[in-house]
């Protein structure tokens, strides 16, 4: 096929004509497409988001006509580049995750279901629950990974010992052939007569027939990391799982479509088979000082108790003060008296291998279970976590042997590693397969023989001749392992390998260069950060930060900050990025923002951090930061977006609105302005005038205030500054900021009483200017202009500190301006007294629970007169300052505080207000926040954040409270 990128006007053209779904052609569209989890990057000619299966089978004849080749993904979490073009230019992908992702039919007595290809594992596995039926993988990326994807690599997971990998589940698939035929694959004996899948299934059976010498001589006897097309389809040569049922031995052509990569044919549906949930599950844990030790238990352990599960845990996953190396294993079965009879029996075989009584550790509770397995998925995302330019790389880890060799391999392969100067910090893995997970840390951009690309080439090399020893298999595939697949199965298979991609797809319309044809692994055409010796080496645009990175390592603290995002797509999982889970759109998520911003670093993008695709990308986030603890590597967009407005700020001037949003401090305390918000919201011809100049929604009611009636201009009952400090510890400083002060004054009046009524003395910090307040900066700070946001927070800095200094509590009520004292204030660079600061800072719930646990606080209440509901605002989240909220409403006599399930109301970053982003707004309150609100109509709503409960009024038509504003209401006094 021609690689040429003339291809992609034609090609968008013809997609955007002949389908309904969402066409990427721009250089930033196809660039969140071009990288997965893997070390490569490769730009697609065009990506298509497809709404339907029409729109599919409608793309698929587009590229046969043009000869585009066809690359199927899900979710991209793939560490082998399996969903990645092999090579870049005149390539299709087509991302079934977004829509193609429904439960399409389910049949409890059959124990099958039929699903779209993008549904995730997890979604599944929700829903067949209730029913008593799992799909028992549990991969580590089950929130994330699409079935369709997990069939195109035969995903294992943790429980593959005992239920098989993807291919023991798979039923029967309904997929496009390249010339465009839907055809059914399913077991061959049940095959219409004279059909097509027929025919392919005798022609398979011929070609595979004239290979039984090669098969049995070069095919690897392991049941996992087996790459290539299932040449073993009717001589199934694969361990058994332990727990599998009699299909397993049955020739299924569905089967050679599980682990093809999506080469072959693209799947409209698969059919699985489902298994009832165990009734009861144990877990032995086996720890011993050395790794040959453990290693030695493995055969005898798999022979006897034919676990479900058995792992090597990272040392990070095992209980505090075990040895180094411990197993896990896993029983399952319907009789829980059973299960421990055999974890006795574990105990027995220690014992009489003289091993010490306390190395085992039995774990029967459920929720215990569970704490392991959680431990265990921790810590193999925190192993993930970059280290400045090196990287865990993954090349090697998928190499499988049989069990009885398994020591002998990992020695010979720890001293290969060694002899590299790689010290494997953690081995791990699934022990039952014979497979360890080593992941070198590689600098791919570094040059010459000690860089990634040289010392992966050679590890790679001897690791092959050790697996080939061993009987093993390399494994990866993708562009990883398909170079591999020569040394491991010989001229004659690698013949018939080519002949089956011949009898599917004769013109290599499907993921070329997988399997067949493939290029080398460490190609530098095809890195993410090829080396400077490349033709195209990765350089970083010069560039000075606004905000303070830390830095550490060769890497600029910035840069590091961005390619912290290693791809795995853990971001896509519910709960971690609300906008991406409303628009359902990769731009709009955390991967796709951070590869963006890595694509505009490095001089792929116009305009760089400022341009035009770094500002689509951010537009619709809330800064809400629940990616920071979300994703495993701690990827900041929150704080990324700050920087990118910076850079934005600095290039060109600031437009309308961004002026008002930066004003809005100032502006509260004019007659004038204030005068013209209320005239605005009340005229519907202002409301449009301001969506013209302003880009406002004219749907949305600004804010209004009164300057004569702001907190500042009439606060009552507060002391100054050596007063609150002679009272001390019964004392705090209130900040009281623009929000509270102006939009919602009674709020900081309330939360005086409240603290009063307490018997706190209370100062609050006065502008030198009698008609102003002292602000943090949060809206300059939130439209780029980082100099006015710096000034404005070192002057509240300055006021606070002398009460910071003598240890006084700094209490604030809206979070997104308390919380800018512990987080941003650092990076904006305002050192000692910044840090001094945010060691006292408070939000209002924090101090009051902090104060009520030492004995200080105390309130005599009204019993509550309804139910409450809790927002809590995105940034109290993040800070992990929930919980707080709920113990101080569980004061008031009677109340039951219930939490609504809510990452993000949507108004962050004032997105509600502006009219191209209101829709996205409300799509993202609408995810969680308001059917949670429509749920309970009899409840009180409580929301600390300003924005909150203008989202909350707007979306609900439901009056939100500040807990201040409830406290007071229910003082008896």
Known sequence: MPETPDIIPELERRLRAQTAGEVHADAAGRGRYATDASIYQLMPACVLVPRSEDDVAAAIAVCRELQVAVVPRGAGTGEAGQALAAAPGNTLVIDCSRHLNRLLALDEQARTVTVQPGMTLAALNEQLRP???????????????TLGGMAGTDAAGPRALGYGSMAQQVQ??????????????????GLPSGGRAAALAARLRALTGAC???????????????????????????????????????????????????SLAFVRSLTLRLRPLPAARVLG?????????????????????????????????????????????????????????RLAEMAVLLRERNLPPGCIVRVTDEAQQQAVWARRRAALMARRRPAGPARPTSFIDGCAVPVPQLPAYVDALDKLLRRHGIDVEGWHGPVGLGQLHPRPRLDMRQHGSKGGTAVMRKLAEEVSVLVRRFRGSYGNGGLVGGEWLDWQFGSKLNEALRAVKNEFDPGFLFNPGKIVRPGKMDDP?????????????????????????????????????VEACDGLATCTAAGVCPSEQALQSETHGVRGRANTLRLALSGQLDGGLGGPAVQEALATCTGCKACRSGCPSGVDIARLQLEAAAQRAAARPPTRREQLYASLPADVHSGLRAWLVRQRNRSPWLARLAEKHLQL?????????????TFWRSAEGLDSLPATLAAAPKAAVLFVDTFNGAFEAANARAAVRVLKAAGYTLHSPAAPAKAGHLCCGRTALAVGQVALARSRLAALLAALAPAAQAGLPIVGLEPACLLMLREEAQALGLGDQAAQVASQALLFEEFIAREARAGRFALKLKPAEAPLLVHGHCHTRAA???????????????????????????MGAGLGFEAEHEAASLQIAEQALLPALRARPEA???????????????GAQREALHVARLLERQLLS
């Open 940 to 954: 009180l709503v409580l929301a600390d954040g300003c924005a909150c409960r203008r989202q909350i009024a707007h």
């Open 880 to 906: 992990g300052a929930v919980a707080p909220i709920l113990e101080v409403l569980r004061m008031i006599p009677g109340a039951e505080p219930a939490l609504a399930e809510a990452a993000c109301c949507g």
């Open 172 to 189: 029967s698939i309904s997929a496009w052939m390249a010339d465009g035929e839907l055809l059914d694959f399913g077991p061959v004996a």
């Open 131 to 145: 029913r008593g039926l799992w799909l028992p993988l549990d991969i580590d990326s089950a929130f994330e990974a």
């Open 212 to 262: 039984a010498a090669e098969l049995e001589q070069h095919w690897p006897r392991v049941s996992a990391g087996i790459g290539g097309y299932r040449l073993d389809l009717f001589d199934n040569r694969r361990p058994r799982p332990t727990a599998a049922g009699s299909h397993v031995g049955e020739a299924n052509l569905a089967h050679l479509l599980v682990g093809a990569e999506g």
């Open 525 to 561: 055409a095809r890195l993410r950060f090829p080396p400077r010796g490349a033709p195209r080496p990765y350089k970083i645009m010069e560039i000075k930060p606004a905000l303070a990175w830390a830095e550490s390592g060769e890497l600029p603290g910035l840069v590091q900050a």
């Open 285 to 341: 844990l086996i720890s011993l000082r050395t790794l040959a030790g453990v290693l030695e238990l493995v055969p005898p352990l798999l022979a006897q108790f034919k676990p479900t599960a058995f792992e090597l845990l990272e040392p990070a996953a095992c209980t505090p003060g075990a040895d180094p190396f411990t197993l896990l294993i896993e029983l399952s079965g319907d009789d829980p008296a059973q299960l421990q009879t």
């Open 697 to 709: 929604s004219p749907r949305r009611a600004l804010p209004e205030w009164r300057p004569a009636e």
